[in-house]
């Protein structure tokens, strides 16, 4: 039978919970915790979890081809989101990013994003686009989000990680 396991950081205690609930509340009617050495797994046993990640497959996901069925585009679509929550609290984060210009010294938020899947930083680009968020790549597998207007709204959306 197919298990839906996610490793969390024991650091996020409250995305252990959320991601308990949310197995619960979609297709599991029991939800096992394993702990691990800095992590616990949350699992679920289930017959249709690959019905909800057609994207699973064997191997890296960098190297296979990720990309949402019509029904989670829509999904997404309504719920943008929800969906960078999910993005940036599993491959980003949110730092202060000190500079110094003519010997003055500036600190200012910005959310970093790191995937080495093309397909999925296409979806995170994707999903910014639809909120009217701007970002910028500055890596091939990292994209930012620093202007403050942007930072503000991507605040309202993710939230910090507790």
Not at 40 to 54: A, D, E, K, R, Y
Request: with cysteine; aromatic share 8%.
């Amino acid at each position: 039978m197919p298990v839906l396991r996610i490793s969390c950081s024991n650091r996020w205690p409250d995305l252990i919970d959320a991601c308990d609930d949310a197995m619960r509340a979609v297709l599991a009617t029991k939800v096992q915790r394993v702990p691990q050495q800095g992590c616990v797994s949350v699992q679920s046993s289930g017959t249709h979890w690959p019905c909800l990640f057609p994207q699973h497959g064997p191997g890296e996901k960098h190297r296979r081809l990720i990309v949402l069925a019509d029904w989670q585009r829509e999904i997404v679509q309504r719920h943008p989101g929800h969906f960078l929550r999910g993005l940036f609290h599993s491959d980003g984060c949110r730092v202060s990013n000190r500079v110094t210009t003519r010997g003055k010294e500036y600190v200012y938020p910005r959310y970093m994003f790191t995937n080495e899947s093309a397909d999925i930083m296409g979806l995170c680009q994707w999903t910014l686009d639809l909120l009217g968020i701007a970002w910028r790549m500055n890596r091939r597998n990292s994209l930012s989000v620093a202007r403050r207007e942007a930072v503000a709204a991507l605040d309202r959306h993710v939230g910090p990680k507790s």
